[in-house]
């Protein structure tokens, strides 16, 4: 997917008067042949074969968003970084407490997992990159990863973490994973007294270090 964004500026009237309204728009074409003119009200079909004869773009009747002020926006940015450290604490407790969980026999693969390749660990495995689809993981301890993964993984701990992948072919203790249950952009699944049990541990997504 390609896009492109543009800043248009826009100016917003009404019809009163067909008379009035032509002659200011001869009269300031100069100002207006660039910018979106917003008619809101009735649009006569001659205004609009006026607008059409003068090359003018022109929109009918829609609800444009109200712009924010400086204050408005610094306040967004405030609460949005509020939220993130809220996440990364939650994060990190909820780390704390897996490691308690973890073997002593600890990998750490940082590198992705490319299309064709095989991981098979005997222990623990941290994924700090992603997994491409063609790919297998494979580790008969637990199992957090931190990007995306399209490929299969195949987990026999007590638990894993993964984000949201639809992608996915998720295989934990044997038991296929349904990707629709792991709707969150970071999920605990966990095996408690023989049950799977999916956990939502962040509902936004983060930037990992």
Same mark, same amino acid.
């Given at each position: 997917?390609?896009g492109k ?9 009404s019809i009163e ?9 001869? @009269? ?7 910018? /979106? ?11 609009e074969?006026?607008?059409q ?5 022109y929109?009918?009747n829609?609800?444009?968003p ?7 926006i ?9 939220k993130?450290?809220?996440q990364?604490?939650l994060?990190?407790?909820e780390?704390a407490?897996l490691s ?19 991981v ?5 495995? /941290?994924?700090?990159n992603?997994v491409?689809s ?14 995306a ?5 195949y987990?026999?701990?007590n ?10 072919n ?11 249950l /792991?709707?969150?952009k970071?999920?605990k ?9 999916? @956990?939502a541990?962040l509902?936004?997504?983060i930037?990992?270090a």
């Amino acid at each position: 997917m390609k896009g492109k964004q543009f800043s248009v500026k826009v100016y917003e009237t009404s019809i009163e008067d067909e008379e009035k309204f032509i002659s200011f728009f001869n @009269t300031h074409y100069i100002l207006f042949k660039d910018r /979106l003119i917003v008619v809101q009200g009735e649009l006569s079909p001659r205004i609009e074969e006026y607008l059409q004869s003068k090359s003018l773009l022109y929109a009918n009747n829609i609800v444009l968003p109200s712009s924010r002020s400086r204050q408005n926006i610094q306040q967004e940015l405030e609460e949005q970084k509020a939220k993130e450290l809220k996440q990364q604490e939650l994060l990190a407790k909820e780390f704390a407490q897996l490691s308690k969980r973890l073997d002593n026999n600890l990998k750490v693969e940082d590198g992705i997992v490319r299309s064709g390749q095989e991981v098979s660990i005997e222990g623990d495995l /941290l994924l700090l990159n992603r997994v491409n689809s063609g790919a297998k993981v494979r580790t008969s301890g637990n199992l957090i990863v931190t990007h995306a993964v399209e490929g299969d993984i195949y987990c026999n701990g007590n638990f894993m973490m993964i984000g949201n992948s639809p992608k996915a072919n998720i295989i934990f203790n044997g038991v296929r994973v349904e990707n629709a249950l /792991l709707t969150e952009k970071l999920n605990k699944i966990e095996l408690i007294d023989n049950e799977i049990i999916i @956990t939502a541990i962040l509902k936004k997504e983060i930037n990992w270090a």
